[in-house]
């Protein structure tokens, strides 16, 4: 084998070994601090996308670093047939944080694809077999989570799946007055939809979606998966529109980076849905993954990162409106998930451009970059971005005038 010298070298390697389900990856990424990656180049990033999501806390995080080291020489995993402190208490976090009544219980899995899956049986226990979910739907890509997500360039190569889903135009109200019924076993929803370009639904839809799911006996499944944990400027997404739902699915900013998922059950008649036997994981709650999300939400409330989240994103979104580029369509979103609107379909370019100039962005859509940077994330470093980011935007127009 020959030694390895550089980004070429790993790539290659990458290529020859590792299964092609993610395209080629441009970079290899080899340590991390902040909210700063670098390359085994040795090439600093400003990581803006935050392992989508996922890197609530940014990279090396002194507290979440001596949880993990701490709980792995204790004890890293004991299955699910015994159970752990780490993981009881990180049960009756998400509990409080959720906001969820007497009654409510957690389910811990390893992923969000996870969390949905059990979702999904949950809505089964119903008695009823049909589910709505919405047009711009991303819910996962295990066969179950996949019959939600709405792409079709996700589904079709897999069909058929699971049947009785039906899609309806996010955001309409008259759809969903139409598409649930009493046959609905559960309506999967978004607040925000972060794989469609994060599109926020109108003011009002979440609470007529409570409305019209309590009316018809069907349960209101909240898929906080991506806008969880903070990231919008509440714990979760769904409490900005005051609502409580019967179920949440939670996973990416979480762990922190260890791998965990989640769905919280609201109330003790939805928790007695799913009983022994019916559901169950080898690794998920462990306590490694349990006291890594411990700290997460520890940190998230200590270090007042929501409130952040929200002075951080309005920063960006004022920066953005100023830029005043034939380019930019403005940006939405909210807390530390948004999106910078293009006027038309350079994302791809546009992230390269900006890649090439030290910022890690996601070209979620071909008119939508997605930024999802870890929650600590300054306004000096928005700054940074934003003087970047007018100089790539003139180059992409220049290279592409059309």
């Known amino acids: ?39 085994v180049d040795g090439r600093r990033y400003l990581d803006l996308i935050g392992g989508i999501a996922v890197n609530a806390l940014g990279h090396g995080h002194p507290e979440l670093v001596a949880a993990v080291s701490k709980q792995a020489a204790e004890a890293i995993h ?19 944080v959720a906001g969820a009544p ?13 969390a949905i899956e059990a979702a999904i049986k949950l809505t089964r226990r119903t008695g009823r077999t049909e589910i709505v979910a919405a047009e711009g739907a991303f819910h996962g890509r295990t066969t179950g989570a996949l019959a939600l997500t709405a792409k079709a360039a996700y589904r079709e190569p897999f069909e058929p799946l699971l049947p009785g889903v039906t899609h309806v135009p996010y955001g309409d109200t008259d759809a969903l007055d139409a598409a649930v019924t009493e046959r609905t076993a559960a309506l999967v929803l978004e607040p925000v939809q972060g794989e469609a370009g994060v599109v926020l639904p109108p003011d009002g839809y979440l609470q007529h979606a409570r409305a019209v799911t309590a009316e018809r006996g069907a349960l209101l499944v909240v898929d906080e998966i991506q806008s969880g944990i903070g990231r919008t400027g509440r ?24 791998p965990i998922g989640a769905l919280v059950t609201f109330g003790s ?16 709650g462990n306590p490694l993954a349990a006291a890594a999300a411990l700290t ?6 200590s270090q007042g990162l929501m409130a952040h989240a929200e002075r951080v994103g309005e920063h960006l979104r004022q920066g953005v409106a100023r830029l005043d580029h034939p380019l930019v369509a403005g940006s939405r979103g909210l807390g530390l998930l948004r999106a910078v609107g293009l006027t038309r379909p350079v994302a791809p370019a546009l992230a390269t451009a900006l890649r090439e100039a030290g910022h890690l962005v996601n070209p979620v859509a071909p008119d939508a970059l997605r930024l999802a940077p870890p929650l600590v994330l300054t ?13 790539v935007l003139d180059r992409v127009l220049e290279e592409d005038p059309a």
Not at 78 to 96: H, K
Not at 235 to 258: M, R, S
Request: glycine share 14%; net charge negative; with cysteine.
């Open 269 to 284: 008649h939805v928790s007695g849905l799913l009983g022994p036997t019916q559901h169950g994981t080898t690794f998920g």
């Open 102 to 114: 007497a009654g409510s219980k957690v389910f811990l899995a390893n992923s969000g694809a996870e």
């Open 78 to 96: 004991v299955s699910n047939l015994f159970t752990s402190p780490a993981q009881i208490r990180l049960a009756e976090r998400l509990i409080e």
């Open 235 to 258: 714990w979760f997404g769904f409490q900005h529109a005051g609502i409580t739902p019967d179920a949440i699915t939670v996973a990416k900013g979480l762990g922190g980076g260890v």
């Open 296 to 301: 997460v939400l520890d940190v998230v409330e």
């Open 379 to 391: 306004t000096g470093q928005v700054d940074d971005f934003l003087a970047d980011l007018t100089p």
């Open 1 to 39: 084998m020959n030694p390895v010298e550089g980004q070429a070298d790993w790539l290659q390697r990458y290529s020859d070994s590792v299964l092609g389900v993610f395209g080629s990856p441009p970079l290899v990424l080899d340590r991390g601090e902040g909210c700063y990656v670098w390359d």
